[in-house]
């Protein structure tokens, strides 16, 4: 996935250094209302750290239906012109609807990916978090600024197969501005599977 792995560890350490400077921070009372009190998280998060990859994608996926595919065009361009079209509109719905959605990644992308295989065993839960967390911020930069820009192409260095997925990355869109041309990076990953595109994420360089 976009960049997950290394995310996902420093979300770990961050969260690890927070709970061992709360405990040491406590004391008596203040320590045992601390260690009781319930846990917050962003809606949707599940906590399934301690359970083995199986017991993790069951529990992603409770509730989810199981699709046969991506929902998305059958080719790379018409995603991104599609991309296009809606930045320009400002149409937030259908930004969405261009990037996996949670029962894909669930089902289609996450267990095709490296990083949830032995070595990395990394969760889908906080793979998910992250990586809505990032598209949610740079949804919001891209329907108020991008349209003053003139969209003239995109380009995709690196084409890379994991599983049944093939994905493109470090993709950046050429814009027109008062008569110059410069690239901006304003979505993440494209992802391919059985013919099938969609954004695992957005970005912003605005």
């Keep these: 996935m ?3 792995l290394p995310e996902v560890r420093r979300a770990v350490r961050f969260a ?4 061992l400077a709360g ?8 320590a045992r209302a601390a260690a009781h009190a319930p846990a917050k998280h962003p809606p949707g998060y599940i906590v ?3 359970f083995p990859r199986e017991e993790a994608l069951r529990r992603f996926r409770a509730g989810l239906d199981s699709p046969a595919k991506l929902d998305g065009p059958s080719r790379r361009d018409a995603l991104v012109e ?3 079209a809606a930045v320009r509109q400002r149409d937030r719905v259908a930004l969405a609807r261009l990037l996996v959605n949670r029962a894909e990644f669930a089902y289609l992308v996450f267990p095709e990916s490296r990083v949830s295989r032995p070595p990395y065993n990394e969760q889908p839960s906080i793979a998910w978090m992250l990586s809505s967390a990032k598209s949610d911020a740079a949804v919001n930069r891209l329907v108020e600024r991008a349209p003053r820009y003139d969209m003239r192409g995109y380009r995709c260095d690196k084409a890379e197969v994991d599983g049944r997925l093939t994905l493109w990355t470090r993709c950046v869109v050429r814009v027109r501005e008062s008569g110059r041309v410069k690239e901006l990076r304003l979505f993440g990953t494209i992802v391919e599977r059985d013919g099938r595109f969609k954004f695992t994420s957005y970005a912003s360089d605005l």
């Design 48 to 50: 399934d750290s301690i």
């Design 2 to 4: 976009d960049q997950v």
């Design 16 to 19: 690890s250094a927070l709970l």
């Design 82 to 84: 599609g991309f296009f």
């Design 23 to 30: 405990s040491a921070a406590c004391g008596g009372r203040d």
